[in-house]
């Protein structure tokens, strides 16, 4: 089992930037994919970005692309989502999880763990 905290959220001026940060505990984190999804009320939850347990395979949602980066740490076993040039329709509940390798790295359906989700509110 994997356990996962988000933190880093908060309130963010259109243009500024956030850390967010998933703490993982629990076994073989390091051979799990991990991504962060994303959902604002009366929608879907949304992929955001993906990052293959090796680190080599990286994907972003084209409405992230260029502004979002997502990386690794394995020896400490934290994921982390720079956001970069935050605009309004970012604003959501972002979450991020794990699953196993070869699964699908850009739907809901290839990730096993969840974390509780942290708050991103960007106001213009």
């Known amino acids: 089992q994997v356990q996962l905290v988000e933190s880093g959220g908060g309130l963010v001026q259109a243009g500024g930037s956030l850390r967010l940060s998933c703490a993982a505990s629990g076994r073989t984190y390091n051979n799990y994919n991990m991504g962060w999804f994303r959902q604002a009320p009366g929608k879907e939850r949304e992929f955001v970005a993906a990052?293959?347990?090796?680190?080599?395979?990286?994907y972003y949602a084209d409405s992230v692309k260029g502004r979002f980066t997502i990386s690794r740490d394995n020896a400490i076993n934290t994921v982390y989502l720079q956001m970069n040039s935050l605009k309004p329709e970012d604003t959501a509940v972002y979450y991020c999880?794990?699953?196993?390798?070869?699964?699908?790295?850009?739907?809901?359906?290839?990730?096993?763990?969840w974390g509780q989700g942290t708050q991103v509110t960007v106001s213009s």
């Open positions: 990052i293959a347990w090796a680190g080599a395979n990286i």
């Open positions: 999880a794990a699953g196993v390798p070869l699964s699908s790295l850009t739907t809901t359906r290839g990730y096993d763990y």
